[in-house]
């Protein structure tokens, strides 16, 4: 367990909702009873931290999150803006202090919530004073809107910034196996308590990956699947790590969630870590 913002206990393994819309994050799912299923099975799994984003559909992730699971009894659901979208695959930073504040609010009505227990600054957008950006969600914060914040694809030095405005609770940024460049990140969110949400978790490249290579020798081992074991590699990477795997079809859900079953050793972990460089 870990608890957001000290007080928000969750699971660390959730599910991240941007694969349950349509081709290119645009549009409804293509199996719409299908994504209402998988939210649907993630209390039964035991999952209760579920990630989403107003651009992601836009809207509809949000949309079909209130209709399968509202009202969230023992859930945290987190949600972030700082985009706007125009067509499949296009995404356009925004983050004026208009924008993230008439965001914030549609996300509590389409979430059907009075307030929003975590809310992310999608990215810090370089058009856009910081001060003002970290304003916004300071105000979110002091008017109610949100009880908690947190950045997205930041550094150390963004994180040390936006701390001086308000609190961050959560930072995510694409971190697994085959991309560390955040490793600096994931230290000093250990060392200061909050919470890394990793995202892109299962990706990966190279000699990690490909058959007969470090990961499917050892998910070989571990009677597992490689992304299992590249799940618990992040479990064991850090105390305040929280990955989001997501996916559109239960079938791949479950197959995640048994991470959870994975326990690597010192060894393992260090193996996999040492194949990487």
Same mark, same amino acid.
């Given at each position: 367990?870990?608890?957001?913002?000290?007080?928000?206990?969750?699971?660390?393994?959730?599910?991240?909702?941007?694969?349950?819309?349509?081709?290119?994050?645009?549009?409804?799912?293509?199996?719409? %009873?299908?994504?209402?299923?998988?939210?649907?099975?993630?209390?039964?799994? +035991?999952?209760?931290?579920?990630?989403?984003?107003?651009?992601?559909?836009?809207?509809?992730?949000? !949309?079909?999150?209130?209709?399968?699971?509202?009202?969230?009894?023992?859930?945290?659901?987190?949600?972030?803006?700082?985009?706007?979208?125009? *067509?499949?695959?296009?995404?356009?930073?925004?983050?004026?202090?208009?924008?993230?504040?008439? !965001?914030?609010?549609? #996300?509590? @009505?389409?979430?059907?919530?009075?307030?929003?227990?975590?809310?992310?600054?999608? @990215?810090?957008?370089?058009?856009?004073?910081?001060?003002?950006?970290?304003?916004?969600?300071?105000?979110?914060?002091?008017?109610?809107?949100?009880?908690?914040? +947190?950045?997205?694809?930041?550094?150390?030095?963004?994180?040390?910034? %936006?701390?001086?405005?308000?609190?961050?609770?959560?930072?995510?940024?694409?971190?697994?196996?085959?991309?560390?460049?955040?490793?600096?990140?994931?230290?000093?969110? !250990?060392?200061?308590?909050? *919470?890394?949400?990793?995202?892109?978790?299962?990706?990966?490249? +190279?000699?990690?990956?490909? %058959? *007969? *290579?470090?990961?499917?020798?050892?998910?070989?081992?571990?009677?597992?699947? !490689?992304?299992?074991?590249?799940? %618990?590699?992040?479990?064991?990477?850090?105390?305040?790590?929280?990955?989001?795997? +997501?996916? #559109?079809?239960?079938?791949?859900?479950?197959?995640?969630?048994?991470?959870?079953?994975?326990?690597?050793?010192?060894?393992?972990?260090?193996?996999?870590?040492?194949? @990487?460089?």
């Amino acid at each position: 367990m870990f608890q957001i913002g000290g007080e928000i206990s969750v699971h660390r393994l959730g599910f991240g909702a941007m694969q349950i819309t349509g081709p290119g994050v645009w549009g409804p799912p293509r199996d719409r %009873a299908e994504a209402i299923a998988v939210l649907k099975r993630l209390p039964e799994l +035991g999952v209760d931290f579920i990630d989403t984003a107003d651009s992601y559909g836009p809207d509809i992730s949000e !949309q079909l999150i209130r209709e399968a699971l509202h009202p969230y009894d023992g859930l945290l659901i987190a949600t972030k803006a700082g985009f706007t979208r125009n *067509g499949p695959n296009m995404w356009h930073i925004n983050c004026r202090p208009e924008h993230l504040i008439a !965001q914030a609010r549609k #996300s509590c @009505r389409r979430l059907g919530v009075e307030q929003i227990g975590l809310w992310q600054l999608h @990215r810090i957008d370089p058009r856009v004073p910081r001060d003002e950006q970290f304003g916004a969600v300071r105000q979110l914060l002091d008017e109610g809107v949100i009880r908690h914040a +947190g950045l997205s694809e930041v550094s150390v030095a963004d994180i040390k910034a %936006a701390s001086k405005v308000f609190r961050i609770a959560t930072v995510q940024n694409s971190y697994n196996l085959a991309d560390r460049d955040s490793d600096d990140v994931v230290d000093y969110c !250990q060392e200061s308590g909050i *919470g890394f949400i990793p995202y892109y978790p299962l990706g990966g490249d +190279g000699e990690l990956t490909r %058959a *007969g *290579g470090a990961l499917d020798r050892l998910a070989r081992a571990k009677g597992a699947t !490689q992304g299992q074991v590249a799940l %618990a590699w992040l479990l064991k990477r850090s105390s305040v790590m929280l990955p989001i795997p +997501g996916t #559109s079809k239960r079938a791949h859900l479950e197959e995640n969630m048994g991470a959870r079953s994975v326990t690597l050793t010192d060894a393992d972990f260090a193996a996999l870590d040492a194949k @990487r460089h």
